[in-house]
């Protein structure tokens, strides 16, 4: 595979219903010696805030209809994640242990599988989220692809072992 040097970002915003949603960010446009590979994937609140912040972000292959889907790197098809959590206040628990303000901790904005290439479709899902609107930007490079690579890479996208 030969990289061409040109860069593509997709970005916008997602909103999650019942804590979860999934978005269609690159259609299959059946050009199979061409790919991308994801170099950066952020994933944002639109507001910062102190509270109510809290979600799992997956990009993947396919699309995560089951709600139930969680971040796994044992799923061939996922190949990002980010995710942030949002802890609540904790009372105080006696006189002399004194009370926790809440806060935000635990955002990761690129975890990123290196061994991948797209070359037909990526979605983004999110998981566990709060009803907030969401900013996402993933940034990719384009790959020329021969032949067989693109063929190895259809495989691992439909989770098949190449071994």
């Known amino acids: ?39 950066g994937f952020f994933v944002w609140p639109e507001t910062a ?46 006189p002399d242990v004194p009370a926790v303000a809440p806060s935000s901790s635990g955002y990761f904005n690129q975890l990123i599988d290196p061994d991948h290439i797209i070359n037909r479709d990526l979605f983004i899902s999110l998981r566990n989220s709060t009803t907030r609107t969401y900013n996402y930007m993933v940034v990719c490079e384009f790959l020329e692809l021969t032949d067989d690579e693109a063929i190895v890479t259809i495989i691992k996208e439909n989770s098949q072992s190449i071994e």
Do not use: H
């Open 1 to 39: 595979m030969r990289t061409t040097g040109k860069v593509r970002t997709l970005r916008g915003q997602i909103t999650p219903t019942g804590g979860k949603a999934s978005k269609n960010l690159i259609l299959n446009d059946q050009l199979i010696n061409s790919g991308l590979r994801v170099t």
């Open 49 to 94: 805030q102190t509270t109510d912040q809290t979600f799992n972000a997956i990009l993947s292959y396919a699309d995560l209809t089951d709600a139930n889907v969680q971040m796994d790197a044992g799923d061939n098809t996922q190949i990002g994640w980010a995710f942030q959590m949002q802890t609540g206040a904790i009372a105080p628990t006696a």
